[in-house]
């Protein structure tokens, strides 16, 4: 498919044919809620290699791994902010752990409801043994905010990679998002845990998923040696 929003990724560095189909033929694959953890005490014990989907309020992160999954329902996702307040765990063909974090920088909810949604996402960010990349989600139309920022070095203090995803491209034309594109690079290069790659994204269109499923795809764990002949 070519759109001016999925030019925006011809960069993304595994974007081959095989890479796509590898990512396709995982998100393809069953995917099953584990559990949704409110402490670090309650997450699961785990072998698989995990991403997390981390990001504002409202930035769309559900919606995100409802779009990689191909699932409308399986992450719940709200108009309201502050829908996810757990940490929500999703098997995904038993080769990689998705987590759906909740959000940040809500205001309006009660004030301890946010310390501890806040305690656990930088508990869980530092953290998290076996999270090998979390996809920091930025809106298109928004850009990266100061709660953005103090997420970024906390990655970078904690050594944990991560990758920016613009998400909501549909609602932002080529022009803008371009610029928001460098503008974000700019910011991205001077931090030291960043990924150089941005995948812009949109859930409601699929701008980008087959993309983000590749790119992720090539952190799961090994598949059958069947799946690879499948492959050729
Ligand atoms: N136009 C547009 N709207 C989107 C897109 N992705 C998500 N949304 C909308 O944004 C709102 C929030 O989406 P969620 O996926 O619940 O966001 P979230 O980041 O999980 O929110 P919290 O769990 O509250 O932190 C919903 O109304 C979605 O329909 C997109 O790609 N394009
Ligand atoms: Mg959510």
Redesign the pocket.
Known sequence: MTTPESDNNKKVGNDTAQALEQGRLLFAKQCDFILGATNMNQVPVSELPEIAFA?R????????INALTGRNTL?R????????RQVNFFDLGGRLMLA?L??YG?ARAPKTEIAQWTTLIEDYLRGRVGLRRVCL?IDARHGIKATDNQVMKLLDQAAVVYQVVL?????VKKAPLQARQKEVSTTLAGHTAAHPEIIV?????GHGIAELRAALTSLAAPGTLAEHEKLG
Do not use: E, F, H
């Not at 309020?57 to 995100?64: D, E, I, P, T």
């Not at 994204?201 to 269109?205: E, H, I």
């Open positions: 990001g309020s409202n930035v769309g992160k559900s919606s995100l992450a996702t709200s108009n309201t902010p502050g829908r996810t759906d909740p959000g809500y989600l998400t909501k491209c549909d609602k994204t949109s859930a409601r269109k």
